[in-house]
């Protein structure tokens, strides 16, 4: 068996979040029909599905973490979308409030889900730089609002790469450790 560095762990995270950020996008229109407070919840359901794979491959978690992780990064999406959309009203004021607390409010959703599920995110190590790569992250819809297509490209491939990318970092916990795979 080959042995992997740490990071390797947070990398490949990562990949599966950019691989899910483009899911998300380039999605077929019929998936987006099936809503929760007028909110498509397939975008949710595939990051979630990310998070999820990590515990269970990485993190050692079960399938029923795997769900619990689901149900709550969808939750969390949900929750997102309908706060942004509160925030920023028609005339498109207060977007950057808007994105910075729909991004951490995603984050730290998909964290809740995930600590419940795997004791191995139980980390105020990892929570805070969750909600901050959120927040920020988050900041990236604006760019989307503004332009003239429907296209959240930017926003999904970052803001998935990079709270995979902190979940990566958690299941590889001490840097000095190998993990076998």
């Given amino acids: 068996m080959q042995s992997m560095k740490i990071p390797s762990i947070a990398l490949m995270m990562a990949a599966l979040g950019f691989l899910s950020g ?3 996008t380039y999605a077929p229109e019929i998936v987006m ?3 929760i407070y007028n909110t498509p919840v ?3 359901i595939i990051f979630g599905a990310v998070i999820g794979f990590g515990q269970l491959r990485w993190g050692k978690g079960g399938l029923a973490g795997f769900v619990i992780i689901l149900v709550f990064t969808t939750m969390a999406w949900i929750a997102a979308v309908n706060s942004f959309n509160a925030i920023s009203d028609d005339a ?5 409030p808007a994105a910075m607390i729909a991004g ?3 984050a730290s959703g998909t964290w809740v889900g995930a600590a419940l599920a795997n004791a191995i995110f139980r980390k105020m190590a990892l929570l805070i730089p ?6 920020l992250a988050g900041l990236l819809v604006i760019l989307e609002v503004d332009s003239t297509s429907e296209n959240f490209l930017v926003l999904f491939v970052v803001w998935q790469s ?3 990318f902190c979940f990566g970092l958690a299941l590889g916990g001490d840097p000095q450790q190998k993990v076998k795979s």
């Fill in 42 to 44: 397939f975008q949710g």
């Fill in 162 to 164: 990079a709270i995979a």
């Fill in 33 to 35: 029909e099936f809503t």
């Fill in 104 to 106: 951490s409010i995603g």
């Fill in 130 to 135: 969750v909600i901050m790569v959120g927040a």
């Fill in 92 to 96: 498109k004021t207060h977007l950057y």
């Fill in 22 to 24: 483009l899911i998300c």
